[in-house]
C-alpha cells in the first residue's frame, strides 16, 4: 500500500466508517478487500486517525 498516501489512508478509513461497499472502495483506490479489513481494524495504519467527511 505504499502508493497510498496518509490523506487517502484516511478517506479509505472514513469510507470504511460510512458503510461504503467494500468493493467499491477497493475498486477506487486499487485495493484488494483485505487490505481494507487491515485498516478498519488498526492492523496496519492505526495511526492515521479517519478523515472528516462531514464538510
Known sequence: MKHLSRVEIAVIK???LRGDKYAEIA??????QGRL???KYG???ADILPAN???
Not at 475498486?27 to 484488494?32: G, I, K, Q, T, V
Open 43 to 45: 492492523r496496519i495504519y
Open 14 to 16: 472514513a469510507r470504511v
Open 37 to 39: 479489513s487491515d485498516l
Open 27 to 32: 475498486a477506487d483506490y486499487r485495493l484488494n
Open 53 to 55: 467527511l462531514n464538510d
